[in-house]
């Protein structure tokens, strides 16, 4: 079992519509919890953090956590086509664990 | 205000080559990183410097040694290249890292593509 596991993808969603981007752990002592963004061809930007459970937003950001369930997700509301990208989650316990990444397309 | 600036931005080696990877930080970071990504197998740590002075081993060290020259800059070197070192490398920054930290916000430098024929 991964670590960090995310679907790869590629996740399209219209333009305007909620784009919801979800991410599993297996490590119950992580604490912190990370989501980068990833154009093609660039380095990882990081776009939101989460610390405790429940919900943290931060203008069409918003991400959601659950230690219970161990999983983190991400969605963009009023998704525009400059947020196709990569998205990266990163769990932090001991060490910081990148999952793979899931593609998302906004059509327009 | 450039962040983290890596060079070069490509290079290709013939195996057996050597070469080093250059980073460097003007945000007056602590800790410094280097990753390695493939496709499908994302980020994956190679080595890390919590502080000035300080080097540990990430998921994937074999291969690759690092300096860390000063508190901005950190290094990555490959003494002997072999096909499996094609990536893409990105070095990274934080104000603090290291296991007992958790607030390990990274800022990416640009990259550097490279290529091991």
């Known amino acids: 079992q991964k670590e960090v596991e995310q679907n790869s993808g590629p996740l399209s969603v219209p333009e305007g519509a909620i784009a919801s981007l979800n991410c599993t752990y297996s490590?119950?002592?992580?604490?912190?919890f990370f989501w980068y963004r990833q154009y093609s061809g660039k380095s990882p930007e990081l776009i939101m953090f989460?610390?405790?459970?429940g919900d943290k937003e931060d203008g069409r950001f918003t991400a959601q956590l659950n230690k219970a369930s161990q999983y983190v997700s991400l969605l963009i509301r009023d998704s525009q086509p400059s947020d196709s990208a990569t998205y990266l989650c990163?769990?932090?316990?001991?060490?910081?664990?990148f999952g793979t990444g899931t593609r998302l397309t906004i059509i327009p | 205000n450039a962040g983290v600036t890596q060079t070069p931005k490509f290079q290709v080696l013939k195996t057996g080559q050597s070469m080093t990877l250059q980073c460097a930080q003007d945000?007056?970071?602590?800790?410094m990183y280097w990753y390695r990504q493939d496709p499908g197998m994302g980020l994956r740590l190679i080595y890390y410097?919590?502080?000035?002075?300080?080097?540990d081993k990430g998921e994937v060290p074999n291969g690759y040694n690092v300096s860390r020259l000063n508190k901005r800059e950190f290094s990555l070197r490959l003494e002997s290249a072999a096909p499996s070192q094609t990536s893409v490398y990105f070095c990274?920054?934080?104000?603090?890292?290291?296991?007992?930290?958790?607030?390990?916000?990274?800022?990416f430098g640009s990259g550097t593509q490279l290529s091991v024929l």
């Open positions: 945000m007056n970071h602590n800790s």
């Open positions: 490590d119950r002592g992580s604490q912190s």
């Open positions: 990274a920054s934080t104000e603090a890292g290291g296991p007992s930290t958790t607030n390990e916000k990274l800022f």
């Open positions: 989460i610390y405790s459970n």
């Open positions: 990163a769990v932090k316990s001991e060490k910081l664990t």
């Open positions: 410097s919590a502080s000035e002075g300080t080097t």
